[in-house]
């Protein structure tokens, strides 16, 4: 293990601004198939974080996304868990996340949304908006969250870009400003135009390494269009010119306010439009800004150090059975080595080991500052929703937890497995990949899910990273509510009439499980002291089994 580094000089208060000032932390969202992962990846290259990029299509190639670094990822060629990235460009320390397309690991990702302070969006030119793109609009919206939109895959055959502009503010409620204009599409895409710097950027196709050679034109009006690129640089100019009358002047207050969106154009696979779309971000995108605690609103530059876990991963690194707290910095300076305080459990941490990402490749941290996300390897210590301090008890809110809408109940194959089985769901239900339930009645296990692609996903992670094959078999139970009170007695009583359908999840939380939406109206109308609970934050419910016990 490396000693704590010790000749790193103390950050004073204007140093620590200058370092909030430069973090830029942004998520990137889609729905599936959009090209989100692609786009991840380029940016990577472009940023000179990667050298080649990896293949994301062809499933047998020897070469994968960098951000997709599960086994089921690479077979799938899909991202079924989300992934940090930390890179350098212009002066700039971007925090990048790629999360999960599919809606059914949502979950991840809007866990993944209260650690951003920026989201780019992802349009497949094709389909327009998705029904994922719009859910996770509105999680973004909720909290008001500043989105930059990348219409992606240019070079097919895909809808108007009027259409979409128009299509975007009438489905996601926002003001659309284009900043780069397409000419041309599919087979006749010829490139786009930079609207604020007035230069034309020509498509060249080409996947591989990032180029600094692309041929740019001056002038919107320069005649030698026509001539070179014909009647699809006609129809381009003429859509410019009635988007420079009709569009919004865009405004930066409004963009903040999440309520703007600045819009590009591109093709991801083709390197293409990524190099404008990275310069915004890093233009645009803001710092890291105060976070409301439940006792207080935290600035991100006071010199004390806080943080929260938004995302716990097992097994990152098989081989060695880890298992990692990734923590978004709100605040202050984290050094290696510090003494650190976790306020759930009151116990001390001093985190000698704290690393960055590039997916799951790491590098060992000796410094971090508000916006940064770093992973803290411990063994069960911290929990999804933990707040970190230097001492001050501080609970930061907002991670959600929603009731699952499908059940499944849990066997192991091999009887002899049964420990391995109960090590495994209990890490996976730590990180949130599936939600882990403990009947009171019965030693079934019962998972929770949003959608029946987790069930294969941990199921296949129980073969692979735990030596596990589980059987995973169809349960009666359809709904779900967590159940809390004012009163720890009247909980008790509720809990122990009800104990067929009661069970604890992983944080111990207490569960009422129904077959029926009639069946859990009826409970709730017996039992007018009990609170329902569809949906639970981790300092945003009370858990009462302690209490109760």
Same mark, same amino acid.
């Given at each position: 293990?490396?000693?704590?580094?010790?000749?790193?000089?103390?950050?004073?208060?204007?140093?620590?601004?200058?370092?909030?000032?430069?973090?830029?932390?942004?998520?990137?969202?889609?729905?599936?198939?959009?090209?989100?992962?692609?786009?991840?990846?380029?940016?990577?290259?472009?940023?000179?974080?990667?050298?080649?990029?990896?293949?994301?299509?062809?499933?047998?190639?020897?070469?994968?996304?960098?951000?997709?670094?599960?086994?089921?990822?690479?077979?799938?060629?899909?991202?079924?868990?989300?992934?940090?990235?930390?890179?350098?460009?212009?002066?700039?320390?971007?925090?990048?996340?790629?999360?999960?397309?599919?809606?059914?690991?949502?979950?991840?990702?809007?866990?993944?949304?209260?650690?951003?302070?920026?989201?780019?969006?992802?349009?497949?030119?094709?389909?327009?908006?998705?029904?994922?793109?719009?859910?996770?609009?509105?999680?973004?919206?909720?909290?008001?969250?500043?989105?930059?939109?990348?219409?992606?895959?240019?070079?097919?055959?895909?809808?108007?870009?009027?259409?979409?502009?128009?299509?975007?503010?009438?489905?996601?409620?926002?003001?659309?400003?284009?900043?780069?204009?397409?000419?041309?599409?599919?087979?006749?895409?010829?490139?786009?135009?930079?609207? /604020?710097?007035?230069?034309? +950027? &020509?498509?060249? @196709?080409? =996947?591989? $390494?990032?180029? *600094?050679?692309?041929?740019?034109?001056?002038?919107?009006?320069?005649?030698?269009?026509?001539?070179?690129?014909?009647?699809?640089?006609?129809?381009?100019?003429?859509?410019?010119?009635?988007?420079?009358?009709?569009?919004?002047?865009?405004?930066?207050?409004?963009?903040?306010?999440?309520?703007?969106?600045?819009?590009?154009?591109?093709?991801?696979?083709?390197?293409?439009?990524?190099?404008?779309?990275?310069?915004?971000?890093?233009?645009?995108?803001?710092?890291?800004?105060? /976070?409301?605690?439940?006792? +207080? &609103?935290?600035? @991100?530059? =006071?010199? $004390?150090?806080? *943080?929260?876990?938004?995302?716990?991963?097992?097994?990152?690194?098989?081989?060695?059975?880890?298992?990692?707290?990734?923590?978004?910095?709100?605040?202050?300076?984290?050094?290696?080595?510090?003494?650190?305080?976790?306020?759930?459990?009151?116990?001390?941490?001093?985190?000698?080991?704290?690393?960055?990402?590039?997916?799951?490749?790491?590098?060992?941290?000796?410094?971090?500052?508000?916006?940064?996300?770093?992973?803290?390897?411990?063994?069960?210590?911290?929990?999804?929703?933990?707040?970190?301090?230097?001492?001050?008890?501080?609970?930061?809110?907002?991670?959600?937890?929603?009731?699952?809408?499908?059940?499944?109940?849990?066997?192991?194959?091999?009887?002899?497995?049964?420990?391995?089985?109960?090590?495994?769901?209990?890490?996976?239900?730590?990180?949130?990949?599936?939600?882990?339930?403990?009947?009171?009645?019965?030693?079934?296990?019962?998972?929770?899910?949003?959608?029946?692609?987790?069930?294969?996903?941990?199921?296949?992670?129980?073969?692979?990273?735990?030596?596990?094959?589980?059987?995973?078999?169809?349960?009666?139970?359809?709904?779900?509510?967590?159940?809390?009170?004012?009163?720890?007695?009247?909980?008790?009583?509720?809990?122990?009439?009800?104990?067929?359908?009661?069970?604890?999840?992983?944080?111990?939380?207490?569960?009422?499980?129904?077959?029926?939406?009639?069946?859990?109206?009826?409970?709730?109308?017996?039992?007018?002291?009990?609170?329902?609970?569809?949906?639970?934050?981790?300092?945003?419910?009370?858990?009462?089994?302690?209490?109760?016990?």
């Amino acid at each position: 293990m490396s000693a704590p580094s010790t000749d790193l000089p103390k950050r004073v208060p204007s140093q620590i601004e200058g370092e909030v000032l430069r973090r830029r932390t942004f998520a990137i969202i889609s729905h599936p198939d959009a090209g989100k992962t692609t786009l991840t990846e380029k940016l990577l290259l472009f940023s000179g974080a990667i050298q080649i990029a990896g293949s994301v299509k062809a499933r047998k190639a020897t070469r994968h996304a960098t951000s997709d670094w599960m086994e089921i990822e690479k077979q799938r060629g899909i991202s079924v868990a989300s992934s940090v990235m930390q890179m350098e460009y212009r002066d700039c320390v971007i925090n990048l996340l790629d999360t999960p397309g599919h809606q059914d690991f949502s979950e991840d990702t809007y866990r993944v949304l209260t650690a951003v302070d920026a989201a780019l969006m992802v349009i497949d030119a094709a389909n327009g908006v998705e029904p994922q793109t719009r859910r996770l609009l509105q999680v973004c919206r909720a909290r008001n969250t500043p989105i930059l939109t990348f219409v992606n895959k240019m070079d097919r055959e895909v809808q108007d870009p009027l259409t979409l502009m128009d299509e975007i503010e009438r489905e996601l409620g926002m003001t659309v400003v284009p900043f780069t204009w397409p000419v041309g599409m599919g087979k006749h895409f010829h490139g786009v135009m930079d609207l /604020r710097k007035q230069q034309m +950027r &020509v498509f060249t @196709p080409g =996947e591989g $390494k990032a180029g *600094g050679d692309d041929e740019i034109l001056s002038g919107i009006d320069n005649p030698a269009y026509a001539e070179r690129f014909g009647m699809e640089y006609d129809q381009a100019k003429g859509e410019i010119e009635l988007v420079r009358d009709a569009a919004a002047t865009f405004d930066l207050e409004e963009f903040l306010a999440g309520r703007q969106t600045p819009m590009f154009f591109g093709s991801a696979v083709n390197n293409f439009g990524v190099q404008e779309i990275l310069d915004a971000l890093v233009e645009m995108a803001p710092a890291p800004a105060e /976070r409301a605690a439940m006792q +207080r &609103v935290v600035k @991100p530059t =006071e010199p $004390k150090f806080t *943080g929260v876990v938004f995302k716990i991963q097992a097994n990152m690194d098989p081989s060695h059975r880890d298992r990692i707290a990734f923590l978004r910095v709100v605040s202050g300076h984290f050094e290696r080595g510090m003494r650190l305080k976790v306020v759930r459990s009151g116990k001390e941490l001093r985190p000698n080991t704290v690393v960055s990402f590039l997916s799951q490749r790491r590098e060992l941290l000796d410094e971090a500052f508000a916006g940064d996300i770093i992973g803290i390897p411990n063994h069960g210590v911290l929990q999804l929703g933990d707040t970190i301090t230097e001492g001050e008890a501080l609970q930061f809110t907002g991670l959600p937890f929603f009731a699952p809408e499908m059940f499944r109940a849990v066997e192991v194959a091999d009887p002899l497995r049964t420990k391995q089985l109960k090590a495994g769901l209990t890490q996976l239900g730590e990180e949130g990949a599936i939600q882990v339930f403990r009947p009171i009645a019965g030693s079934v296990l019962l998972l929770g899910a949003v959608g029946q692609l987790q069930f294969e996903v941990v199921a296949h992670r129980l073969e692979h990273e735990y030596g596990v094959k589980a059987r995973i078999m169809p349960s009666r139970f359809q709904v779900a509510r967590w159940v809390t009170c004012d009163d720890a007695a009247e909980l008790r009583r509720f809990i122990d009439a009800n104990d067929h359908r009661m069970a604890y999840d992983a944080v111990d939380a207490p569960t009422v499980l129904v077959e029926y939406a009639p069946e859990l109206r009826a409970i709730e109308a017996n039992w007018p002291k009990i609170k329902f609970h569809a949906l639970r934050e981790h300092a945003g419910l009370v858990f009462q089994k302690r209490m109760t016990d």
